[in-house]
């Protein structure tokens, strides 16, 4: 069962301190009494405002309030798995995803080994039931959850206390991109990158501090061969880097939303099997 681990882990920016930098000092000749910060405020609030309309064309080339509020999500496709660079492993899968905290996924042809994710917590499901599944493998998931895509532009962009940075064009997985940093109110922070043609989000980087060596680790996420579906804008080819290496690609076959789907599936103990379940086998 192990060996099916790195795929399993795989499916399922640094902080720009703002306001770090010094001030400008008052340019000569400002009315008397202007202070410096009153002086630096007009142009991060036009830095700001820039960061959001670019952030909003981007959920809105994604399909706009219809992305915003999809209820639930089906992925099956194939994903392959890398270590230093070389494939390692890889095969067929399917997610279901119920926002915004539930995701299973589902591994084989047979469809017989699955991961469970519901809120904080995390289980393996084989033929021999379900158990917790190993803490380490909880919380990488529980980061990238936390900073994937869905998540950032579903609920990041919403929180008031979020500082949006413009940080001008960049060239993002071979595409000219506008680059935006968002920062939230724990000092995390993510990045992201939009065609400046399509609008659509190509790259997204953030970074985080491994707790036992205390090294900062960088995770990106690249996007590409995006497809309409119902309507919405969903990308079907999703590669995954660690640390600058390649650590992971999936390539969708199809992808379908707000289907409904059986809630037995997020139940670790309902004995749920997905080849006796009507609807819920590969789409194509």
């Not at 413009?166 to 920062?183: D, K, N, P, R, W």
Request: with cysteine; charged share 25%.
């Amino acid at each position: 069962m192990k060996q099916f681990l790195p795929i399993l882990i795989l499916v399922c920016s640094a902080w720009a301190q703002a306001g770090g930098e010094p001030r400008p000092a008052a340019a000569q000749g400002s009315p008397p009494g202007t202070s410096q910060s009153q002086a630096a405020v007009p142009a991060d609030q036009e830095n700001a405002h820039k960061a959001r309309a670019i952030v909003d064309q981007g959920i809105e080339a994604l399909g706009g309030k219809a992305y915003l509020t999809i209820r639930d999500r089906e992925q099956q496709g194939r994903i392959y798995s890398f270590h230093h660079g070389r494939e390692s492993g890889g095969g067929v899968f399917w997610s279901f995803a119920e926002f915004p905290d539930k995701e299973r996924v589902e591994l084989t042809k047979e469809r017989d080994i699955a991961e469970l994710y519901v809120g904080d917590k995390a289980y393996e499901i084989t033929y021999k039931g379900p158990h917790p599944i190993e803490e380490k493998t909880r919380l990488d998931y529980m980061r990238r959850h936390r900073f994937s895509l869905d998540t950032v532009l579903r609920t990041w962009v919403t929180d008031p206390g979020v500082i949006f940075l413009y940080e001008g064009l960049a060239i993002a997985a071979q595409h000219s991109s506008h680059q935006v940093t968002l920062i939230n109110s724990q000092d995390e922070s993510v990045t992201l990158y939009f065609d400046t043609d399509s609008h659509l989000p190509v790259k997204k980087s953030f970074t985080w501090r491994d707790p036992v060596d205390r090294q900062k680790n960088l995770e990106d996420e690249v996007y590409e061969n995006y497809r309409q579906v119902s309507t919405i804008m969903a990308p079907y080819n999703v590669t995954r880097f660690f640390n600058g290496d390649m650590s992971n690609q999936r390539f969708l076959n199809s992808v379908t939303i707000n289907q409904g789907l059986d809630e037995a599936m997020f139940d670790p103990n309902s004995g749920y099997n997905p080849n006796k379940t009507p609807g819920k086998q590969s789409k194509h």
